[in-house]
């Protein structure tokens, strides 16, 4: 059974920053694109950053790119998202997800498996 579990989530000033982790079992994360997507309170989805399954390649939202960093330790199933120069817009529930495959579907919001989230505040 496939089972992502985020953690890392808090409340920091703007400016701050924060680590993510998502840790992975159930499937063969060394094979498998994955990402993270954020929503704010009463917004939708959105689609934040990709990582490839060797992490040589990575995508991000314009709203992150250049304050955030995608990477994974395959050797320990685990997933980060680090968070920089965080802004109070920054502030929502972040989900790690995929689809299981080595394609890496960036953009989306749709992926078929999810993490339970984990909240990040960004405020004063």
């Known amino acids: 059974e496939v089972h992502l579990v985020e953690s890392g989530g808090g409340l920091v000033q703007p400016g701050g920053s924060l680590r993510l982790s998502c840790v992975v079992s159930?499937?063969?994360?060394?094979?498998?694109?994955m990402s993270w997507v954020r929503q704010a309170p009463g917004k939708g989805r959105e689609w934040v950053s990709t990582?490839?399954?060797?992490?040589?390649?990575?995508y991000y939202a314009d709203s992150v790119r250049g304050r955030f960093t995608v990477s994974r330790d395959n050797a320990k199933n685990t997933l980060y998202l680090q968070m920089d120069s965080l802004k109070t817009e920054d502030t929502a529930v972040y989900y790690c997800?995929?689809?299981?495959?080595?394609?890496?579907?960036?953009?989306?919001?749709?992926?078929?498996?999810w993490g339970q989230g984990t909240q990040v505040t960004v405020s004063l």
């Open positions: 997800a995929t689809d299981l495959g080595w394609i890496p579907k960036w953009g989306r919001n749709d992926y078929k498996y």
């Open positions: 159930g499937f063969t994360f060394s094979n498998t694109a």
């Open positions: 990582i490839t399954i060797g992490g040589g390649s990575t």
